[in-house]
């Protein structure tokens, strides 16, 4: 844990507030169904992904991506890519689509990485990219599932494999409608449905079932390879290939686009047929099993904020170095923010371009997690539904430098992606109804640039369902693609705070400043309350009569805070709400600006505060 860079910076602002101790309890930890590791396996770096089904090897460097390994709980390698040519092959592999992409020990040009830094858990997700095309790769205790984020042009999902590990004259598959086939050298169907297969071996524990959606005309492709000698060396399976004797052979065609998924993973051989149909009809159903987890209703939020380092400097501090001079009081809404993350599924903290420097530094936000640290256990004995710390650093993404002001729309464009624009395209594509609402403390660029993307690479309807799905709350129009997004989708759900979010401070006028004022987060926050609360800055300005609550950005939180209490419909801005109230100057437009301003959220100060306290109070022992 690295802590204690941080303690000391703590120390140096704040000394004498907290004496810090020496020992930091482990957290008791439960082994993680799936877990990611990055290995060496038979000569080639690979990730090895271990789940209760199995384990699997993927390749992953110097251009290759793809399975190299499909081994049971048995121990018998159903792929085994690495063995010589001859009775074993080294062309076997999944998914072996076209140009080699996803094809062990053949360069590709493709790049994996892994998605959110997430390397065990309940799923973990790779992904691998080259000019072309791009696939997810879900890993879940159970299956594995594909998702297809790009393709330039027709690909297919090939299985070269041999059943239960050795190439066997008895090896078999089994399609939808219960009938068992051994593979022939001439292949048996030109198509099938429903599109669904498993493949066994009569000496093995286990069946390896293969299935895709949606069901269309590709081709799918199932027969025998006899090498020189009548050697059997592997069977092939494939969803948009056609076999050797079709004229010309092995033609891909009949899938485009990214509307297909594949799924694939060992089970018991003691299943019956009835069992494999009901499991696989389930996986494809719900592959990336997003829409039977988090039930509770919780909003998704992205935080994007120009967040600045822990020892901030106000904007004006001429003896400040430039990297520091910032908005302090990002600090004092992310101290907030990370006391309400139980009440959300947080998809996203991100880094963007800061007020004064222009730098977006997402090591400023991983530094205020590893303080988070210290007193997420103390959380969670309140509330189990606070995140840890690690899950998340997992979704901390970086995003561009100097996008802040009018340097926003000329940053926009091909080539332009970030981390943090990336990210946010995931973030929405996954399978998970609820709307995601985008908190957007800076410059909107990053959202702005996924945007981009997607309207210059997918149709206008698949636009359309991508912006359905976004909510987005501006604090001001801090570069000038929140200008642009306000002209080019109308139909984009906005919320443009301008002055409605000074409600928050605490000298706003007409305000109760007793709430707000230094003494008050003295005594509620910053005292006694451990790191997390000391490092909550006592003052944004220069002035020294502004200290206390600045935290221009909190609104756009706490509009989703009152609507978990009930207090208002997050989708209808016109309601009262912790966040404000707006209207909607224009029917035709989704744009909603400020209402009775900076009142519709200072009348709710003596609630907001009380909760604030009260949680800063969960932090301690």
């Keep these: 844990m690295k802590i204690q860079s941080f303690c000391k910076l703590v120390m140096g602002m704040l000394a004498g507030l907290l004496t810090l101790g020496t020992v930091v309890q482990a957290a008791t930890v439960t082994a993680p169904s799936v877990k990611l590791t990055e290995v060496e396996w038979h000569g080639t770096g690979c990730y090895r992904i271990e789940m209760p089904m199995g384990t699997v090897y993927f390749e992953k460097d110097k251009g290759v991506s793809g399975f190299k390994s499909f081994i049971d709980p048995e121990g018998n390698d159903w792929v085994a890519s690495y063995l010589k040519p001859g009775p074993n092959g080294n062309f076997r592999g999944f998914p072996n689509s076209i140009g080699n992409f996803g094809h062990a020990g053949r360069n590709s040009g493709s790049t994996t990485i892994i998605v959110d830094g997430k390397t065990e858990g309940d799923h973990v997700i790779l992904e691998s990219s080259n000019d072309k095309f791009t696939f997810q790769y879900w890993f879940f ?171 901030v400097a106000p904007v004006k501090a001429s003896y400040a170095p430039l990297e520091k001079r910032s908005d302090p009081d990002d600090v004092q809404s992310m101290v907030r923010f990370l006391l309400y993350t139980n009440e959300f599924d947080v998809e996203g903290l991100i880094a963007s371009a800061a007020t004064k420097a222009y730098i977006a530094n997402k090591q400023n936000i991983l530094d205020i997690l590893n303080l988070y640290d210290q007193v997420d256990e103390n959380l969670r004995k309140h509330d189990p539904r606070y995140p840890t710390a690690d899950q998340l650093r997992w979704v901390t993404w970086q995003g561009r430098d100097k996008t802040y002001g009018k340097n926003g729309v000329k940053n926009l464009g091909k080539g332009m992606d970030t981390e943090a624009s990336d990210a946010i395209i995931r973030v929405v594509d996954k399978p998970d109804d609820r709307p995601v609402f985008v908190c957007v403390w800076g410059g909107p660029y990053e959202v702005a640039q996924a945007i981009w993307n997607v309207k210059s690479t997918r149709t206008p309807d698949e636009l359309k369902r991508f912006l359905s799905k976004l909510r987005i709350y501006l604090i001001g129009r801090q570069d000038d693609t929140a200008q642009w997004l306000l002209d080019t989708f109308p ?131």
């Excluded at 109230?581 to 009348?603: L, R």
Aim: charged share 25%; net charge negative.
């Design 141 to 311: 205790p159970d299956h594995i599932a594909i998702k297809v984020l790009k393709s330039e042009g027709d690909y297919h999902f090939l299985l070269e494999c041999v059943a239960g590990g050795t190439a066997d004259a008895n090896d078999y598959f089994v399609t939808a409608d219960g009938k068992k086939h051994i593979p022939t050298e001439e292949g048996e169907f030109d198509d099938f449905t429903p599109e669904w297969i498993y493949l066994g071996d009569p000496k093995s524990k286990h069946l390896l079932f293969f299935a895709k959606s949606p069901e269309d005309n590709a081709p799918n492709e199932n027969h025998r390879q006899i090498r020189k000698g009548n050697v059997h060396n592997m069977d092939l399976y494939s969803f948009g290939r056609t076999g050797k004797d079709n004229d010309p052979k092995y033609q891909t065609y009949g899938m485009s686009g990214n509307e297909h998924i594949c799924i694939i993973g060992f089970t018991s051989a003691e299943r019956t047929h009835q069992e494999m149909s009901t499991m696989i009809e389930e996986f494809l159903a719900a592959p990336f099993r997003e829409k039977t987890v988090k039930t509770d209703g919780r909003p998704r939020v992205i935080i994007m904020s120009d967040f600045p380092p822990l020892d």
């Design 491 to 621: 139909d984009l759900f906005i919320i443009v705070s301008e002055k409605t979010y000074g409600g928050i401070m605490c000298h706003s006028a007409g305000s109760d400043t007793s709430l707000a004022d230094l003494e008050w987060i003295n005594k509620n926050i910053r005292h006694g309350h451990g790191l997390l609360g000391v490092v909550y800055p006592y003052t944004t300005s220069l002035d020294p009569k502004r200290s206390g609550v600045k935290e221009g950005d909190t609104p756009s939180f706490l509009y989703l805070v009152s609507s978990v209490r009930g207090l208002n419909d997050p989708d209808k801005p016109d309601q009262e709400s912790w966040g404000g109230q707006f209207i909607q100057p224009d029917p035709a437009k989704n744009h909603w600006y400020d209402g009775p301003g900076a009142q519709s959220v200072y009348k709710w100060r003596a609630e907001i505060q009380e909760d604030f306290a009260r949680r800063a109070d969960w932090m301690l022992p």
